[in-house]
């Protein structure tokens, strides 16, 4: 029988009581298992991993639940309950790591009779254990402990702050020069001759692109690197210098060496190593492209002697409207964020079988459209996208897990958490409502399995970006992009467009590589050196990574909002791309080809973690990845 999905409430009491009572309840029930877990005798090892699934069940329930309230919902008091207890859940999680008494039952189980996945589960729980601290002595346990809880605390509040952390910056009428018309309609003047921007999304993209007074391109993008400063200081130098400790304390070379351990690249060293390899491969992609971008800004600006981070997107965009006839404004005429909207679902419904069926029902905020992902009449998940920006709510794009998948029992439900704007939509953010699509289907599809443990995005962490920037591909398709992408007299937009837009997009690649190799090695030194002076380092390693040159005296590092979720390992995104560059071989006959979409669901999204990465990838493929599609796709092959 298929389970029901989880029912919002439809009301403030409804939801402040949500956010603390369900969470609390699953804690209870995660508490009583666990005394099951350490009491009764008698238990055969999968008896004990039924129990372990159940209290697993319990936990992710509570805490996507909580997580989810905690980023979106509009009344920051609920959203403050809710934070409470996601800090209680992870505490909670931390603790039965470190039980001796619930890890003896594993220890000694046998997984003799155990089928592949009890197996596969029974080795996941020992390797957490193991990592939790449960070995060390009771003093270091309590340390362990300590330090979780206030990574935890640390992280939430940083998460906090840059949520919260929107800026207005106002600028002269004048500073509006370049901006589409609707922008302009959309920021009247007041009566000082001022208008007000914000950090949003739906001013920030579209400022940093069109604005051509670069003075209004450096204040936007300049505040926005100031986001969660100076509150995020002093938090992410606790943060830091907590996982290094945490590190230390259970046996590891360094924060990069524990997160590591469970993914695909293996160790920490590896990080720095692959990290090199990026260097190798974009340094003369990227030598080629500044000099035209530094002879087109000495076009506006005279003196110029640089190209910052402030005029990187507005350059891209005049070179390619001057040299490939790609003009972004016109681009944007096509993509009306409803029709887009209506195409996502229209694409992916077609590509991966399944009907969105909209649901009327309750839920956090009346911006979110709730879906239901059904096939041949059954219902496989439950989706809901929030994707419009408010106060107080996530500031980036992401997928939230809500309820893990685990068949007959719980139906998954996810939710996308996007800031587009309701007019217009660049180019940019549909590839971004692709790529979170991406990360959605992949959690609803692969969300069938009887352990919580391999629901869903469940894979090695430096793999489960790479469906979600395979599906960016779809939205470079003439193809695709014609079936939802129409101008206000309702013409598609034309092939030929799509074609030099394909084109211009290798231009500025090798420097768009440059500039992830530059939050890579933010990510990577700040979390292993540790450097006194976070401000003057995160400045020195974006300057030092890529030609194009960070705003001085900025602190990007308090709002880069991947410090607390990736830690140490934001080369993940490139990491998965180099698979996500050759997973596109394996749709050699055409985008929308079924037999290729219904291999790769079978072989890639379905399975979830239930397999390696390395091994759903091969199987896709019939072959190991290899570095070579990325490395053509870096030529602008």
Request: aromatic fraction near 8%; charged fraction near 30%; charge should be negative.
């Amino acid at each position: 029988m298929t389970p029901e999905p989880l029912p919002f409430p439809a009301d403030a009491a409804g939801w402040a009581a949500f956010a603390a009572e369900r969470p609390a309840a699953r804690i209870a029930r995660v508490v009583e298992l666990d005394e099951r877990l350490r009491t009764e005798t008698g238990l055969g090892a999968a008896e004990r991993l039924d129990l372990w699934n159940d209290a697993d069940i319990a936990l992710r329930e509570a805490m996507n639940e909580a997580y989810i309230v905690s980023e979106a919902h509009p009344d920051a008091d609920v959203r403050d309950v809710a934070e409470q207890q996601v800090q209680a859940v992870e505490s909670l999680s931390a603790a039965r790591l470190l039980d001796r008494g619930l890890w003896s039952g594993f220890a000694d189980a046998s997984a003799e009779g155990l089928d592949d996945d009890q197996a596969r589960l029974l080795a996941h729980v020992l390797r957490d254990f193991r990592r939790g601290g449960v070995e060390l002595s009771e003093a270091d346990r309590e340390r362990a402990r300590q330090l979780a809880d206030r990574d935890t605390e640390l992280a939430l509040t940083f998460s906090r702050h840059v949520r919260d952390g929107r800026r207005e910056i106002r600028v002269p009428a004048a500073g509006l020069a370049g901006m589409p018309q609707d922008f302009v309609d959309a920021h009247p003047v007041d009566d000082e001759g001022m208008v007000t921007l914000s950090t949003d999304y739906p001013d920030l993209m579209p400022i940093r692109e069109y604005a051509t007074d670069r003075a209004t391109r450096l204040a936007v993008v300049g505040a926005y690197n100031d986001l969660a400063w100076p509150e995020n200081d002093a938090v992410l130098a606790e943060l830091l210098e907590v996982r290094a400790e945490r590190a230390r304390l259970l046996g590891y070379a360094d924060w990069a060496d524990y997160e590591t351990e469970t993914r695909m690249i293996g160790s920490g060293a590896a990080i720095p190593e692959f990290l090199e390899r990026l260097d190798a491969a974009s340094l003369a992609a990227a030598e080629a492209e500044y000099p035209v971008l530094l002879e087109r800004l000495r076009r506006d600006v005279p003196e110029a002697d640089e190209v910052t981070i402030a005029d990187f997107w507005h350059l891209l965009g005049a070179v390619k409207r001057e040299q490939y006839d790609v003009d972004a404004q016109r681009v944007r005429s096509y993509l009306p964020f409803d029709r887009v909207a209506a195409g996502v679902l229209d694409i992916t419904g077609r590509l991966f079988d399944v009907e969105y069926v909209a649901v009327d029902a309750p839920a956090w905020h009346d911006d979110v459209r709730t879906y239901d992902v059904v096939r041949d009449g059954d219902r496989l998940g439950r989706i809901h996208l929030d994707l419009h920006p408010r106060e107080g709510k996530f500031s980036h794009a992401a997928c939230f897990p809500i309820a893990p998948g685990v068949t007959g029992r719980v139906l998954p439900e996810a939710a996308l958490l996007c800031n587009f704007s309701r007019g217009l939509l660049e180019h940019d953010e549909v590839v971004t409502f692709f790529h979170e699509f991406g990360h959605l289907v992949h959690d609803i599809l692969g969300g069938r399995h009887r352990f919580a443990r391999f629901s869903g995005v469940a894979t090695e962490w430096d793999f489960v970006e790479a469906p979600s920037q395979l599906l960016e591909e779809w939205a470079w398709d003439a193809g695709v992009l014609a079936s939802f992408a129409v101008d206000a007299e309702g013409e598609p937009i034309p092939a030929d467009l799509v074609e030099r837009m394909r084109i211009a997009d290798a231009f500025g690649r090798g420097l768009e590589v440059r500039r992830q190799l530059g939050h890579a090695n933010v990510s990577y030194h700040l979390h292993v050196d540790r450097p006194s002076d976070l401000q003057g380092e995160t400045e020195r390693l974006y300057a030092t990574t890529s030609p194009v040159q960070p705003l001085r005296g900025r602190h990007p590092y308090a709002g880069f909002g991947h410090l607390t979720g990736y830690g140490a390992c934001y080369y993940t995104y490139q990491w998965s791309l180099v698979i996500a560059r050759d997973l596109l071989s394996g749709f050699g006959a055409g985008l929308m080809d079924p037999e290729a979409a219904l291999r790769y669901r079978a072989e890639v999204l379905e399975p979830g973690g239930t397999r390696d990465a390395r091994d759903l990838v091969e199987a896709f493929l019939g072959r190991p990845s290899t570095f070579d599609a990325y490395r053509d796709w870096l030529a602008g092959h």
